[in-house]
């Protein structure tokens, strides 16, 4: 029983993007071309170029800015402004999420690969905001990303969650490889599940999911 499963659970961590909306809404792929375009300026290459740096990036160092932090030293404020310049229209509020996830028991919070400031836009388009006792952006951790478990730990730490009492919510599998051998739960929110040993539970429905942990 899935609720059983949770029942210790105190600290309960959300990504963000493609987490707290659902992935169809394709709110990323505005970013996405944001940092191709900011990639082309930067570093004077076409967008074909620009487009395959993005992508090598992202798989290499966890997300695009650190792989530019460590191979151009490029001011990570600047960019992390710039990207998130988008339209919030295509997110609407979720009542039924924000019930659910204010009624679970203990300190919630948003961790995010994103900035803070983007991700309250996010959670304010979705009628989040009051759900979340705390947003967390990679400048908490040092611009370091997730999966890197050392960014893991720095916002862990700062948020004071004790791992072996948490829960992490994440769409990026890769993402809960850290959280799991730091003795969290750990949820997959997406489409297809993936049979990776560090994904203890999958869902492609989090008001659903959250509800038979409520059960």
Do not use: C
């Not at 029942?7 to 659902?22: A, G, K, M």
């Not at 709110?27 to 290459?45: K, P, S, Y």
């Not at 659910?100 to 905001?129: C, F, H």
């Amino acid at each position: 029983m899935i609720a059983a499963r949770f029942s210790h659970v105190r600290h309960w961590v959300f990504d963000l993007d493609n987490t707290l909306y659902p992935p169809e809404v394709r709110l990323f792929d505005q970013i996405e071309q944001r940092m191709t375009d900011w990639v082309m300026n930067a570093l004077d290459v076409d967008r074909e170029r620009a487009n395959h740096l993005r992508k090598h990036y992202w798989h290499e160092f966890g997300t695009t800015l650190a792989g530019l932090m460590a191979e151009h030293k490029i001011d990570a404020d600047a960019y992390l402004e710039d990207v998130h310049d988008i339209s919030f229209d295509a997110l609407s509020p979720d009542a039924e999420l924000n019930a659910l996830i204010s009624d679970l028991p203990g300190r919630k919070i948003v961790y995010t690969n994103g900035s803070r400031p983007y991700a309250e836009n996010v959670l304010r388009s979705r009628g989040l905001s009051d759900a979340f006792d705390a947003v967390y952006g990679v400048e908490h951790a040092g611009f370091r990303p997730k999966p890197e478990r050392a960014a893991f730990e720095t916002v862990f730490g700062a948020d004071g969650i004790h791992p072996g009492t948490g829960a992490m919510f994440e769409d990026d599998a890769r993402n809960l490889a850290a959280p799991f051998a730091m003795g969290m739960r750990t949820v997959h929110v997406a489409p297809e599940p993936q049979p990776e040993e560090h994904i203890e539970h999958h869902t492609d429905d989090l008001s659903d999911f959250l509800k038979q942990v409520l059960a």
